[in-house]
């Protein structure tokens, strides 16, 4: 019998339940609970015969895919640490994340040893190292706990509810915690995950008529809205001429600040949002909004607290966090809450751009540039000056086939922003510089 410290092991437990549910569906494959169980179970011996043991570190270095998700069960049945990594990052950058670490770089095979298979999970024991987004600075590694995502996994369950059938989309990085948590809600649920190798707007939009989740990023959103009328989707089902409705019951948005502009087009479409608050220290999700209603990220999760330092720091405790984070957790985002508890998210302190003295956001102006029907992205920092100390400038990238002049934008953000939140350039730009997970790469900004 469980220990008040251990749960049973989350794929076994699903497995015994629904061993002819699809856990896992890609574009190549679909595997049966009662598949993956045996594939991982294999995959653990496989694994015990190249050396590694109950404790040890897995560095995951697999696309998103079948065998990502068979070497992730494999680990926990031994008893290892999952270190899952980026493909797409640079040899260097790989070696700096794996060191000292058992490396996957391709499907488990060969032989196997007999070993003994963890039948529990050790709640208070380390489950996976995920590195930080590296959106404000170099990846940080965060040991997170199985009682860590046991406890995401609920109350992420209690904001947007669970259906027995679910079938939820990740076309996120499984490397980052917005993409691995599906997996591990998904096992932990006894529901279907269903995993794209990349983000493609065209292959999303065409899943949507069968997932019930998906996860995405704000530019990921932007894209799929785009991409809906060329896969004859219908989303709003007032819009003649559309015949495939969608199965899904909500699209979560998270990763980073979600314009004004952009929620409308999506209610305009008929899309069920709700906008997320979360970070990789508190294993995804922090706060949710009500399905249908994300004008803001929502409350806190029933099993975390949320608290505004007097600075505006968003500060985090609860279950969910990271043992090592700190308690509280401080985000080094701002926020506040409004009248009935939902968090407000405003910026990062370290982003705070000081101009003549006044303290401005850049992602409020940003929110207000991508209010304005031709641009599709806007990234505002700032510059050394030496009247301001620093001069607000503006990057923007336009929608295809859409202008906007100097004077045009200025006009539009005096409208709607105090003088001095105003850019004093306007720069068109091609793209913007993203993490692999979509956050913009404030850094990069030149």
């Known amino acids: ?198 983000f493609e707007a065209d292959r999303v939009a065409a899943a949507l008529r069968d997932a019930t989740l998906v996860s995405l990023v704000p530019t990921m959103l932007g894209r799929v809205l785009e991409a809906l009328p060329r896969q004859a989707v219908a989303v709003n089902p007032d819009i003649g001429g559309q015949v495939q409705p969608l199965a899904l019951r909500c699209a979560l948005i998270g990763g980073g600040p979600v314009p004004p502009a952009l929620l409308e087009r999506a209610r305009a479409a008929g899309l069920p949002l709700a906008q997320t608050y979360g970070l990789t220290e508190a294993c995804s999700q922090v706060t949710t909004s009500e399905i249908g209603a994300p004008q803001t990220a929502g409350p806190p999760l029933f099993c975390t607290r949320v608290e505004i330092a007097p600075g505006g720091e968003i500060l985090v405790r609860g279950p969910t966090v990271a043992p090592g984070a700190g308690d509280p957790l401080r985000t080094g985002d701002l926020g506040e809450l409004d009248d009935v508890g939902n968090l407000v998210v405003t910026g990062r302190s370290a982003d705070t751009i000081v101009t003549g003295g006044e303290n401005v956001a850049p992602a409020e102006v940003e929110a207000v540039l991508e209010a304005h029907p031709a641009i599709a992205e806007a990234a505002v920092l700032g510059r050394p000056d030496p009247e301001w100390g620093e001069a607000l400038a503006a990057l923007v990238v336009m929608h295809e086939g859409m202008r906007a002049d100097t004077r045009d934008l200025r006009a539009h953000c005096r409208a709607r922003l105090a003088g001095y939140k105003v850019p004093k350039t306007f720069e068109p730009v091609p793209n913007l510089p993203r993490t692999p997970s979509g956050k913009l790469r404030r850094k990069a900004l030149r």
Do not use: K
């Open 1 to 198: 019998m469980a220990s008040p410290a251990t749960v049973p092991a989350w794929l076994p437990r699903a497995a015994g339940a629904f061993p002819e549910r699809p856990a896992v569906v890609t574009p190549a494959e679909t595997l049966t609970y009662r598949d993956l169980l045996a594939r991982a179970d294999l995959g653990a011996r496989r694994l015990a015969a190249l050396g590694a043991g109950p404790g040890d570190r897995v560095a995951l270095v697999l696309p998103p895919g079948i065998a990502f998700v068979e070497a992730l069960h494999a680990c926990w049945r031994l008893g290892a640490v999952v270190v899952p990594v980026d493909v797409r990052l640079g040899e260097s950058e790989q070696a700096a994340q794996t060191g000292g670490a058992l490396v996957l770089s391709s499907a488990l095979t060969g032989p196997g040893r007999t070993v003994a298979l963890r039948d529990e999970h050790d709640l208070t024991a380390v489950a996976a190292v995920i590195h930080t987004s590296g959106s404000s600075g170099a990846p940080r590694p965060v040991e997170l706990t199985f009682g860590n995502w046991l406890w995401s996994t609920l109350g992420s369950s209690v904001a947007l509810g669970l259906d027995p059938a679910e079938r939820w989309l990740s076309a996120l990085p499984l490397s980052h915690v917005g993409g691995l948590s599906i997996l591990v809600r998904s096992a932990i649920y006894g529901t279907t995950a269903i995993v794209h190798e990349r």
